[in-house]
């Protein structure tokens, strides 16, 4: 029996073509694995949802897509900014919505897979609640601005998280995290990132970079202090497993001919098919009901 992925993200109207994307690539990529997804609804269009959904019609790997809710009003006075949104935040309850998964992946919409999930999925989290990549800002000196105790001068970028739920829950992480932004709205420069550095300080395990490479990375914008750390950021551009669009720079928003949006436009054919057939799919049930 193929081994089973549960992947989880938080999707609205503007983002659904890009998570569709996604999720193309990695069903396109891992043939050979069966993937279950959890979508947080933040008001995607009754549309949106058929054409997430004929991704099981298409893939026999694709086994469901759940959607589901989370309560805004515990987020109502989070920090939030143009580019952030309060739907930011929603991947903070995950594990306490879906309580009775044992691990749960969660990626970001504007990202792209490359590659074997299985490595990640299996990886040993050595008793730490979370696996995640180190942020490409290297911005460590933020939990010593949000004065967060730790021993570890490291900062995660929140794009991706391997989630052990239980720990997670065992811990209270999601009550602690809100119980943060509620405490300290006025520290939030990173926005959920933040809360989430200040609770899982010392508390996650590094993976490698090829598993969230980060627009910073992709554009060489910025290298890492420790030279070791960069030979490895140097493996993750040459192989990447997931690209991450980070930022401002989307390739669904301007012209961009790199070969990191090349990935993004990659798989725009087999979307609009996807698209197509969900469109005409709901006009042949109009047409049946009229």
Known sequence: MPELIKIAATANHKFCTPLMTLYVSILE??????????????ALEPLDHRYLNTLCQQYTNCKKITFLRVDPQAYRKAATSQRII????YRIDLPETLSNESRLLYLDCDMICRG??????????????IGAVEDAGYVEARLDKMNVPHQKRRY??????????????????????????AAHPDQLRYHDQDALNAILADRWFVLHPKYNVQ???????????????ERRNEAARQAPVLLH??????????????????????????????KLKAVNQTAHRAAKKA
């Open 29 to 42: 990529q891992n043939s050979a694995v069966d993937f279950e997804f959890f979508i947080i609804d933040d």
């Open 86 to 89: 309060q739907a930011a935040y």
């Open 116 to 129: 074997d999930l299985r490595p990640l999925w299996r990886q040993d989290l050595h008793g730490n609640i």
């Open 156 to 181: 995660f970028n929140s794009g991706l998280m391997l989630i052990d739920v239980a720990h997670w829950r065992q811990q209270k992480i999601s009550q602690r995290v809100k119980a943060f932004i």
């Open 215 to 229: 627009s910073r990375l992709i554009w060489r914008e910025q290298q890492h202090r420790q030279p070791a750390e």
């Open 245 to 274: 669009y980070s930022g401002y720079r989307k390739p669904w928003n301007q012209a961009d001919h790199h070969s990191a949006a090349a990935a993004f436009n990659a798989y725009q054919p087999l979307v609009q098919k996807l």
